[in-house]
T-cell receptor, first 115, second 113 residues
């Protein structure tokens, strides 16, 4: 019940295309859903996050879509660029008064954007 | 502002040796987290501290692993004795409080031969 399932494992997109990464969770107590971006040799960095009181959040070319009833959320990268090539992790936490102490991460998606 | 600083960046040692990983969190951050990343298991939370006190160590794999936070600006993760299956990238992260994003260091790549 604590798992976060992420797909696909890898993704190749042409420059200018849309990249879509999906995650699903089971624990209905989760109330915070961040996405992290990781470049080789670096630690994960927070990209964008959403709480379940909204169905969508957009920051620049990055959008999170959230479906509470389906317990799914996804990351959309519009106009994908070669510089977006990285590994993306979804995560979830909650049920601790909002504490992010126990972030549960998906297994990651390696995105390659071809020029 | 300096981010989370981890040392060493790389560590290669032989099985059975003691390994100590170090972390300096961002100044003013009250939460500190230790993670392990492997291809097979992904990112796993090992332990986290709030105001230097360990809150949840349920992710620590076994008694060979221990973590301390003697003060607000320093934490260690120790493995004794080390085994080849401990080979992984270990990350430290910190956050301002329990409702703020976690900021990760660049990790320590540990190889146990």
């Amino acid at each position: 019940q604590q798992q976060v399932k992420q797909s696909p494992q890898s993704l190749i997109v042409q420059k200018g295309g849309i990249s879509i990464i999906n995650c699903a969770y089971e624990n209905t107590a989760f109330d915070y859903f961040p996405w992290y971006q990781q470049f080789p040799g670096k630690g994960p960095a927070l990209l964008i996050a959403i709480r379940p009181d909204v169905s969508e959040k957009k920051e620049g070319r990055f959008t999170i879509s959230f479906n509470k009833s389906a317990k799914q959320f996804s990351l959309h990268i519009m106009d994908s660029q070669p510089g977006d090539s990285a590994t993306y992790f979804c995560a979830a936490t909650g049920g601790y008064g909002g504490s992010q102490g126990n972030l549960i991460f998906g297994k990651g998606t390696k995105l390659s954007v071809k020029p | 502002d300096a981010g989370v600083i981890q040392s060493p960046r790389h560590e290669v040692t032989e099985m059975g040796q003691e390994v100590t990983l170090r972390c300096k969190p961002i100044s003013g951050h009250d939460y500190l987290f230790w993670y392990r990343q492997t291809m097979m298991r992904g990112l796993e939370l090992l332990i986290y501290f709030n105001n230097n006190v360990p809150i949840d160590d349920s992710g620590m794999p076994e008694d060979r692993f221990s973590a301390k936070m003697p003060n607000a600006s320093f934490s260690t993760l120790k493995i004794q004795p080390s085994e080849p299956r401990d080979s992984a990238v270990y990350f430290c992260a910190s956050s301002l409080d329990g409702n703020q994003p976690q900021h990760f260091g660049d990790g320590t790549r540990l190889s146990i031969l």
